[in-house]
């Protein structure tokens, strides 16, 4: 295998590669008919079924789901006693946000500046052409020195957990000695990353009952428990004067071994506003990686336009918890709710519930499989040095193969570095990058079948 022409190949495959993105992104593929109709999903399994066939793939299925959504499945046989790397990208998308905010149309994929932006372009339908590069790559320049299998998801994000369920029912479909999973990135554009930890996530409901209905604030205000009043109360427990979690039992006092992440750098990430302080105690890495965190993502409450001077019977918010590696999600979210119980003010009656879960991941660092991929990056990134780092989302797909083949070595690789804005406005992918990672995978498994 003339290894050195890979990434050649991989660059002159380039144009090609657009055009195929272009294709897969006219696809509104969001798993969700309120946001989407189903045969936008449908078009885009298609699609992906069609280019697994134009590469030889074989056993090719289109995959129903149990949450009514599609996965498409192909193998492709390499040589005899040669290892299985499975391969994973998702074709569905989140929805645009705010579609007049994108400068070029959120479905139509557009070129500026190196970049090429579009929705799905760096989560994940870009890592769907990640793949395909790889592999080209290699039969270009010989053989590809694996068995691969690809599994392309069609409603991770939506979290209803179709090919998980699939997976436990089919174990034998997804069983490899190491995966791929393309759906993290690069901390920085440019920077190898491998990631080696995923958060852990519990999303609880919390309503708040005082009143049997709404009052009028001036003739029963002073007396009368107000239930939003009650809830930001017990909302406000939850993190100490500083913003640490100070959920009662939780530990919060992870290290994070990896690499550092300068609080100067992280500012400009996040976008914090002058003078206005980072919340918690310790590194960002730590904060960000290695301890929990606790988080309001929905409220209800009345919108200041047309709101009338009353006190709320009623008010109901969802958090969410997320978790490293090291904690279990159950016995977090038991002590979370434990915590709200304990916080309630006035006697108000609460009803909480955890609408949903994930627990953590933590990849093996030690395994031959991990050491093909962080030379295998190390050379296509010249001159840098391969950095490990978390990620505060997660891919329950991470756990369930683990579970089912506590052998098998999972990576985690992508396109989605900082500067991609991924599940926002202006969504984008570095074509340096499609280019490097492309190069990266095809070596990993040349590596990987020489240490196997």
């Known amino acids: 295998m003339p290894i050195d022409r890979i990434a050649e190949t991989v660059h002159s495959l380039i144009p090609a590669a657009y055009s195929e993105l272009s294709q897969l992104v006219a696809y509104r593929s969001i798993a969700n008919p309120q946001d989407a109709p189903r045969a936008e999903c449908e078009g885009a399994a298609a699609w992906v079924l ?56 959120p479905f139509h994929l557009t070129e500026r500046n190196g970049r090429w932006y579009g929705r799905g372009v760096a989560d994940s339908k870009g890592a769907v052409i990640m793949h395909l590069l790889a592999l080209r790559a290699l039969k270009t320049n010989g053989e590809i020195p694996v068995n691969v299998k690809m599994i392309v998801e069609g409603s991770m994000e939506q979290g209803t957990g179709g090919l998980e369920a699939y997976a436990r029912s089919h174990p034998d479909l997804l069983a490899a000695d190491a995966v791929v999973v393309a759906g993290a990135g690069n901390f920085r554009q440019g920077l190898p990353t491998l990631t080696v930890s995923l958060q852990g996530v519990s999303t609880v409901r919390v309503r708040v009952d005082t009143l049997h209905a709404d009052l009028n604030a001036e003739q029963f205000g002073g007396a009368a428990p107000d239930a939003l009043i009650a809830l930001i109360k017990m909302l406000d427990s939850l993190v100490a004067d500083d913003g640490s979690p100070a959920v009662e039992g939780l530990a919060a006092d992870g290290e994070w071994p990896g690499m550092d992440y300068p609080e100067a750098e992280f500012r400009q990430d996040a976008k914090v506003l002058e003078g ?4 918690g105690a310790s590194s960002v ?64 009656r609460i009803m909480v519930e955890q609408v949903a879960r994930r627990e953590p991941f933590k990849a093996d660092t030690t395994s031959p499989a991990y050491a093909a991929m962080a030379k295998a990056m190390a050379d296509s990134y010249p001159g840098f040095e391969v950095h490990i780092a978390g990620h505060g989302g997660g891919f329950p797909l991470c756990n369930t193969l683990s579970e ?7 990576l985690l690789i992508g396109l989605s570095e900082s500067e991609a804005q991924i599940h926002a406005v202006d969504e984008s992918v570095s074509v340096d990058e499609l280019r490097r990672l492309s190069t990266s995978e095809a070596r990993f498994l040349v590596n990987y079948a020489r240490r196997h």
Not at 310 to 325: F, M
Request: proline content about 11%; some cysteine.
């Open 285 to 348: 890495a730590d904060r960000l990686w290695a301890r929990p965190s606790v988080s309001v993502v929905g409220i209800d409450c009345p919108p200041i336009a047309g709101s009338t001077p009353s006190i709320r019977a009623s008010a109901q918010a969802v958090l969410s918890l997320s978790i490293p590696p090291g904690h279990n999600t159950e016995t977090a979210t038991k002590l979370l709710i434990s915590h709200l119980q304990q916080h309630v003010p006035w006697n108000a």
């Open 404 to 410: 089912l083949n506590p052998n098998t070595t999972i």
């Open 276 to 279: 206005v302080d980072l919340i």
């Open 50 to 105: 069609g280019a697994l066939h134009t590469e030889g793939f074989q056993d090719l299925a289109v995959l129903d789901m149990t949450d009514g959504y599609q996965s498409v499945h192909g193998f492709l046989p390499g040589p005899s006693h040669a290892p299985t790397v499975l391969l994973y990208a998702h074709y569905d998308v989140q929805p645009p946000v705010d579609e007049a905010a994108w400068t070029t149309p």
